[in-house]
């Protein structure tokens, strides 16, 4: 059975709540495609307005984060139950950039996946390596670690719901991208690595995505690649070009 395409724009510390509201109309007739999911990933505090202004759409919205405690004295965080209460279906966990800045790690992105999984939120969990790491001939061993660590503890059935983004560190917001063959071989290595842990059902469930400078030129040959399910989509998700790689068909 063919994996549904899942295409994911990441905001990012982008859009006011009104300013994500315009955005939202905007692109709404633009991203309509009954053909795959269409997830728009915002700041915490864009959920609620977005959520309402997607309603009736084929559009869902995602978190771009999240704690993994219930509740308590974590101030500055987000519980699952504040997600799904407020109309959240997917959350991205373990992005380079919060595992950059915010000091992440592949064990604390693991606590996250088994709490979102617990609550019925999909995770869209991201993995990648950085240029030197691409350079020294390491990176399916770094994403392999990546990969096995945040699934510690989750069942196959979890993972049959789960996305993975593979995002070369390297090709984030610097305008560059892996070739399509550089993408599609490291997703290839992932699904792998997914058959290790589990069996081949759950690997040829699992969605994976790229990510990583995708835009509307390189969506089409990207997205047509075997293990390619779609795309996480950073900066051209704030635009009207959202539209072209959603139904880049």
């Known amino acids: 059975m063919a994996r549904r395409k899942i295409i994911a724009g990441n905001w990012k510390m982008n859009k006011t709540p009104s300013e994500a509201v315009a955005l939202v109309e905007e692109l709404k007739p633009l991203v309509a495609n009954d053909e795959a999911d269409v997830v728009f990933c915002v700041p915490a505090i864009d959920i609620i307005p977005v959520v309402e202004a997607c309603k009736g759409t084929n559009i869902q919205v995602g978190a771009e984060n999240m704690y993994y405690e219930e509740s308590g004295a974590y101030t500055g965080e987000i519980s699952p139950a504040m997600l799904t209460d407020a109309g959240v279906a997917y959350v991205v966990l373990g992005h380079s950039e919060r595992r950059e800045y915010f000091a992440e790690t592949s064990e604390t992105v693991n606590k996250k996946m088994l709490k979102a999984f617990e609550h019925g939120i999909t995770p869209i969990m991201c ?123």
Request: net charge negative.
């Open 127 to 249: 993995c990648g390596e950085t240029l030197e790491q691409r350079e020294q001939g390491v990176t399916m061993d770094f994403i392999r670690q990546q990969v096995k660590v945040g699934f510690m503890g989750v069942t196959a059935d979890q993972a049959k719901t789960a996305v993975i983004a593979y995002e070369p560190i390297w090709a984030i917001g610097t305008g560059k991208t892996a070739t399509t063959e550089q993408a599609q071989e490291v997703c290839a290595g992932i699904r792998a690595c997914i058959a290790e842990i589990y069996d081949e059902a759950t690997a040829e469930a699992v969605r994976i995505q790229y990510g990583g400078s995708v835009n509307a030129a390189t969506a089409p040959e990207l997205f047509a690649q075997a293990d390619i399910d779609g795309g996480l989509v950073g900066g051209a998700s704030l635009k009207a070009d959202f539209g072209k790689i959603v139904n880049y068909k």
